[in-house]
């Protein structure tokens, strides 16, 4: 290798790990404050009682044993006696992820139009977990 490709290498390499460094010693205000805030801040929130339709409800409780941001969701989400049962769930940057017979759920906030459910339409504080299956308060 001649000098000239040896040198243009070197100082590629080198401008290389300084703008690296450079960019990650500084991470910019909005990243910082996220990275600090738990999850569970806004699921604190939602702890309490929820109603969907029919008689449908979501009750969200902390679950203190097992540490900020784990949850207990009870809930019955169908008209049928076994669409019934309580789940733990864990908070995520969307929401809280819990699982159940059914497959793996995200709940998430929303409006009474997200829940694509007509009786909730002009409902505005709701937590969704699909549609077609969503708690509002009023």
């Known amino acids: 290798m001649d000098k000239a490709a040896l040198a243009l290498i070197t100082v590629l390499l080198i401008s290389g790990c300084s703008s690296n460094t450079a960019s990650s ?3 910019a205000p909005d990243t910082a404050t996220e ?6 801040q ?3 929130q939602w702890i309490g009682r ?11 409780s902390k679950n203190e044993p097992a540490g900020p941001g784990h949850y207990l969701l009870e809930m019955q989400y169908g008209l049928d006696a076994d669409q019934r049962g309580t789940f733990e769930g864990q908070a995520t940057v969307e ?12 709940l998430r906030a ?3 139009e997200a829940t694509g459910m007509k009786w909730l339409l ?14 509002c308060r009023d």
């Open 110 to 112: 929303g409006d009474g």
């Open 50 to 60: 929820w109603t969907g339709v029919e008689g449908l409800f979501l009750d969200i």
């Open 25 to 27: 010693s500084a991470p």
């Open 95 to 106: 929401g809280i992820r819990f699982n159940r017979e059914d497959g793996q759920h995200l």
């Open 35 to 40: 990275q600090h805030q738990p999850h569970h």
């Open 42 to 44: 806004l699921a604190d």
């Open 122 to 135: 002009e409902k505005e504080d709701c937590l969704i977990v699909k549609t077609g299956e969503g708690y």
